[in-house]
């Protein structure tokens, strides 16, 4: 059970810093900094939007519109932050 509560933060982990290299992806393409018509960037942007907008699209949904700002993935990183202190804290101690 263990390996199971480990593996589970671990994907937790991933999916974290996915998150936060989607984002700064979302901000180089906005200000230019990367050429969109580039092959390999393109690929890149793609998949990280493939990995992140199906948990992003929901919190978007809920949130008022806040003028260009996209706050969702600040959320989205706080509740991956409490589900994995939740695990570590909670689940974790009563399995060992």
Do not use: H
């Not at 059970?1 to 999916?15: E, G, N, P, R």
């Not at 990995?51 to 919190?59: F, G, H, Q, S």
């Not at 695990?87 to 974790?92: G, H, L």
């Amino acid at each position: 059970m263990l390996a199971l509560i480990q593996t589970v933060v671990l994907a937790l982990d991933i999916y974290w810093w996915l998150l936060i290299a989607s984002a700064i992806f979302s901000w180089l393409y906005a200000f230019n900094v990367v050429n969109p018509r580039n092959q390999v960037v393109m690929t890149i942007g793609n998949a990280l939007f493939r990995i992140t907008e199906p948990a992003l699209r929901p919190i978007r949904r809920l949130l008022p519109d806040l003028g260009g700002i996209d706050i969702s993935p600040i959320i989205l990183l706080l509740i991956i932050f409490f589900i994995r202190q939740f695990i570590i804290q909670t689940v974790a101690p009563a399995v060992i």
